[in-house]
T-cell receptor
Framework: QKEVEQNSGPLSVPEGAIASLNCTYS??????FFWYRQYSGKSPELIMSIYSNGDKEDGRFTAQLNKASQYVSLLIRDSQPSDSATYLC????????????FGKGTRLSVIA | SAVISQKPSRDICQRGTSLTIQCQVDSQVTMMFWYRQQPGQSLTLIAT?????????ESGFVIDKFPISRPNLTFSTLTVSNMSPEDSSIYLCSVDPGTGTYEQYFGPGTRLTVT
């Protein structure tokens, strides 16, 4: 089983700050990378996908990918209390349409 | 994305019994997946269910314990057989809509408690 590692947290940030969530993966053949948000008692919701090295921005979210370092990150700008959730990093097992491997998730708490 | 529903949303079952969970999608999809999320843990893939072929199970999961059906491109079932308290978990189905992005979307989940 290929591994995806995340700090479990909790990561606490004040409202309005930037939250930085990190993820490393072990399979160098992975091509697709995803961030999911999971509120307590709910199912995971896809918020970002990234496939190429560099940054990808969508609203307050920026995903960053560095395949050489096998590192994926998610930045949340202007953090809001509603962003408080567990963020799951997911990586496909190789190229093409393959199942995802999930990290254990980082719990984010945004303090008003 | 796709709209996915699951039934039941939750259930409390006695050990030794079986429960069948249904997953319905509002569009035709080739790839469907079943995951388990134990309390406080991340998601673990149980199996991949493609229409027209046998499900592919991950290490540690067997067909006798988790039989899966995939009768068409919009529906799948997962049965948890001969349940024990260790099977208490949230069971989630997900789909890849086949847009070429390899994104997966999750159903709302089924919370199973085995007593």
């Amino acid at each position: 089983q290929k591994e995806v590692e995340q700090n479990s947290g909790p990561l606490s940030v004040p409202e309005g700050a930037i939250a930085s969530l990190n993820c490393t993966y072990s399979d160098r053949g992975s091509q697709s990378f995803f961030w999911y948000r999971q509120y307590s008692g709910k199912s995971p919701e896809l918020i970002m996908s990234i496939y190429s090295n560099g940054d990808k921005e969508d609203g307050r979210f920026t995903a960053q990918l560095n395949k050489a370092s096998q590192y994926v990150s998610l930045l949340i700008r202007d953090s809001q209390p509603s962003d408080s959730a567990t963020y799951l990093c997911a990586v496909n097992r190789g190229s093409g349409n393959t199942p995802l491997v999930f990290g254990k998730g980082t719990r984010l708490s945004v303090i008003a | 994305s796709a709209v996915i529903s699951q039934k039941p949303s939750r259930d409390i079952c006695q050990r030794g019994t079986s429960l069948t969970i249904q997953c319905q999608v509002d569009s035709q999809v080739t790839m469907m997946f079943w995951y388990r999320q134990q309390p406080g843990q991340s998601l673990t893939l149980i199996a991949t269910a493609n229409q027209g072929s046998e499900a592919t199970y991950e290490s540690g999961f067997v067909i006798d314990k988790f039989p899966i059906s995939r009768p068409n491109l919009t529906f799948s079932t997962l049965t948890v057989s001969n349940m024990s308290p260790e099977d208490s978990s949230i069971y989630l189905c997900s789909v890849d809509p086949g847009t070429g992005t390899y994104e997966q979307y999750f159903g709302p989940g089924t919370r199973l408690t085995v007593t």
